[in-house]
């Protein structure tokens, strides 16, 4: 029998709408926060025993539907070759950005099962351990997304490096993006392989972009990723972007199952818009959970209404949760999804 | 006779398309870097001598269609009661950020001539200085991005203080809303009465909303101070918000004579929403000007070409130009504007 989430991801009839929440095996958990305190966050990341430890957290805790395999988007960029190290409260740091072509032909891509057997080993453990009672999601950063990070060290206030090798080495930066594509259909597929039931790309920076440009830089890369991942397997694979209010329609057509919306989008309009070709996932801003719990109530039956009991659409975040974030709140909003 | 850009503004008939850059009065120019090397940011805003110097700067280097004054939009935050300075690299730090009603309640409504005169009497010495030769363009921070200031204490990546006090505290939220609106409507009029030909409202972070919050919680403000100044004067307002692209159609309904786009929305598309209501100003990429002479060149043209020579159009950027940008290619830019 076909879980929930993947259900209405597939427009499949469902009984109810299905929710989970992006970085639910995070900080705002205090369970998650004791085990991280005694490693760090790579480390985590790296060893089954602890990613699959903290994955299984908010599946206890807050019985959402579906797990997502403990793990970063800079897991393949640090397998490709670029040292990465995460600065307390500054986020990552990428310690030999890519600045030419020459840098760029340095770059391996990674083979998942030699370079990061440890994305597979954790989701067959997270697998076993859930013993099929939810279902399993992997993910990865997106090209436009991870390549930021590799030529920018790190976030970007205006993704200025990146822009000028797009616009001024388009060499390089069609030689970085291929070898991504190549890195991330890999490594998508061996999470596939291991067991995953969904699988999400993250390509969370590609809203910084004109319309325009994300039609000739972007989304050609999302679209292979896809297609190429359609040909091996028929699992279903979601689709983020933040800040993708002017770019939905095209976003649609990168074949992606599910859409997952940013919290800026008004959900019907871009229901309106995506139409009945694909699912949505989203888009409760995050900083809604810092409210009352009434408040928290309302916000959330306000877009499950907009759905009804049709399938189609998964409730969630329109971002990451965030740190602070009161796990009261959390539970309410799941609950509300659950019993709606 | 009227100025050009005041004209496109007014959609009145113009010759051609008028030309001028946010924060043209910058840190890309070496004769800016120069003065500012010898004094600090706020000394420059509050010494009218030094703030026209720096604002004559585009001018006479680039012949843009307009000159903007030198100033902050922290300037009447700092006039409420806030103590405010610049961190070298890490932008401005409010040192008694708002975070209850009480605090609220002890921010003063300044008076524009007397607790901020040096903002008249720099735009007095800049209209004598220019002569009538080009419009001066006065500005202001709108309630909303002045208020995520005040409660976040500086910048802010995800806005949750502010978010949280405009769910969880609606009276300390909407009287700090009201007491910036006041502030705002006298510091833009006293601009207008010193000789401002446009007012520029800029609600850089009123993007991180939904549409919904937009509506309920900026909108009825930006409308209200247009409202207000459209009661006093003729001169044409502009409205800048970054990350407009889900809320255009709205935010021409303020009453504003000029939407300013920011780059990541299609222009041509834009034109299309927000109709003949209103002008439209932008949206070129700030990170274009780091193209090649022949990038630059096309990429303005791309956008002259959606208008043709019709008026209702001012070309900008879609928003401030970088610090290290290229100044032969801001010259290049400007001329293609001018010449085409």
Chains 1, 2 share one sequence.
Request: charged share 25%; aromatic share 10%.
């Amino acid at each position: 029998m076909e879980h929930l989430l993947i259900k209405s991801a597939k427009k499949e009839s469902i009984e109810r709408i299905p929710v989970w929440i992006m970085r639910q095996a995070g900080r705002y958990l205090k369970e998650y926060r004791e085990i991280r305190e005694k490693y760090d966050f790579f480390t985590m990341c790296k060893t089954p025993n602890l990613a699959v430890k903290v994955s299984m957290q908010p599946i206890d805790i807050l019985d959402v539907d579906a797990g997502i395999i403990f793990s970063d988007i800079l897991i393949p960029v640090e397998a490709m070759g670029i040292k990465v190290t995460f600065e307390k409260d500054h986020g990552p740091k990428l310690h030999n950005p890519i600045s030419n072509y020459s840098d760029v032909e340095k770059l391996i891509i990674p083979e998942p099962e030699k370079d990061m057997p440890f994305v597979g080993e954790s989701i067959k453990l997270f697998k076993k351990e859930l013993n099929n009672r939810k279902p399993v999601i992997g993910f990865s950063g997106a090209p436009w997304t991870l390549a930021s990070y590799m030529i920018e060290g790190g976030g970007s206030k205006n993704h200025l490096k990146i822009k000028s090798m797009m616009i001024n080495d388009p060499r390089a930066f069609s030689l970085l993006m291929e070898k991504l594509t190549e890195t991330v259909i890999k490594h998508l597929y061996s999470q596939i392989k291991a067991g995953s039931d969904l699988v999400q790309l993250f390509d969370t920076w590609a809203g910084v972009l004109s319309p325009k440009e994300y039609n000739d830089f972007v989304f050609p890369y999302q679209k292979r990723i896809i297609q190429e991942l359609k040909k091996l397997s028929d699992v279903p694979i979601s689709l983020y972007i933040n800040n993708s209010g002017n770019i939905l329609e095209k976003m649609s057509d990168t074949g992606a199952d599910v859409i997952s919306l940013d919290w800026m989008i008004d959900i019907a309009k871009a229901k309106k818009v995506i139409g009945d070709k694909v699912s949505i996932q989203g888009n409760l801003d995050p900083c809604y959970l810092f409210g009352e719990p009434e408040f928290v109530k309302q916000k959330t039956l306000d877009i499950l209404n907009i759905f009804g009991k049709n399938t189609g659409y998964i409730f969630n975040l329109g971002h990451g949760i965030l740190p602070n974030t009161p796990v009261e709140n959390v539970k309410l909003m799941v609950e509300t999804v659950i019993n709606f």
